[in-house]
């Protein structure tokens, strides 16, 4: 059985960071390629960031693209999302979500495991 543990969210200041984790365990990491989403109470789950399974190309949306960087260490089967200059906006519950393949990763529906989530919290 497929495991994903996120952890390394909390409450924090506009401007800081934080480092996000996520470790996987049930399966050969590096048969995964990895993403993360994020969720706001009321809203959908939206994409943030997509790491491929060799860690080599990685992919973010818009409003997070030159403060978040998306990276994995096979070796520890982990994959991390450092957040840096946060905003109020980037207020939400975080996900890891892992996948075979993919006809669009930044969709929801692409992803097969996911983890728990972790609350991200930043006041102004």
């Known amino acids: 059985q497929v495991q994903l543990v996120e952890s390394g969210g909390g409450l924090v200041q506009a401007g800081t960071s934080l480092r996000l984790s996520c470790v996987v365990s049930?399966?050969?990491?590096?048969?995964?390629?990895m993403g993360w989403f994020r969720q706001e109470p009321g809203k959908e789950r939206e994409f943030v960031a997509h790491?491929?399974?060799?860690?080599?190309?990685?992919d973010y949306a818009d409003s997070v693209k030159g403060r978040f960087t998306i990276s994995r260490d096979n070796a520890k089967n982990t994959v991390y999302l450092q957040m840096n200059s946060l905003k109020p906006e980037d207020t939400a519950v975080y996900y890891c979500?892992?996948?075979?393949?993919?006809?669009?990763?930044?969709?929801?529906?692409?992803?097969?495991?996911w983890g728990q989530g972790t609350q991200v919290t930043v006041s102004s």
């Open positions: 979500a892992a996948r075979y393949s993919s006809t669009n990763y930044r969709a929801v529906y692409d992803y097969t495991y």
């Open positions: 049930g399966r050969a990491f590096s048969s995964f390629a």
């Open positions: 790491i491929t399974r060799s860690g080599g190309t990685t």
